[in-house]
């Protein structure tokens, strides 16, 4: 099985910055990228950013372009979402996820192929 688990939540000011890291442990090889979900309250869970392990292409919801930025270490299995200029609207529990074992898809938002979920880490931006 994978495990994963987020870090780095808390709680910051407006136009503030957090960096959010997911370790994976486990079988993860098989799986092609790693992205980050984020759900606030009263609201279904959103794809946020996605990160391929070979290349480093990412990909980002357009709430959030421009403002964060995934990246990857490979070589500690780790997955890191820094997070500038937030907003009160990024408040939300953020959630890693990796996809079901082999499986690909251009599209890194496909929130229905995600298997393997962290516990989650708290973000919450005061205005």
């Known amino acids: 099985q994978v495990q994963l688990v987020e870090s780095g939540g808390g709680l910051v000011q407006a136009g503030g910055s957090l960096l959010l890291s997911c370790a994976a442990s486990?079988?993860?090889?098989?799986?092609?990228?790693m992205s980050w979900f984020r759900q606030g309250p009263g609201k279904e869970r959103e794809f946020v950013a996605g990160?391929?392990?070979?290349?480093?292409?990412?990909q980002y919801a357009s709430s959030v372009k421009g403002r964060f930025t995934i990246s990857r270490d490979n070589a500690k299995n780790t997955v890191y979402l820094q997070m500038n200029s937030l907003k009160p609207e990024d408040t939300a529990v953020y959630y890693c996820?990796?996809?079901?074992?082999?499986?690909?898809?251009?599209?890194?938002?496909?929130?229905?192929?995600?298997?393997?979920w962290g516990q989650g880490t708290q973000v919450t931006v005061s205005s």
């Open positions: 486990g079988r993860t090889f098989s799986h092609y990228y």
């Open positions: 996820a990796l996809p079901r074992d082999g499986y690909y898809s251009s599209d890194l938002a496909y929130i229905v192929a995600y298997k393997y």
């Open positions: 990160i391929r392990w070979s290349d480093g292409g990412s």
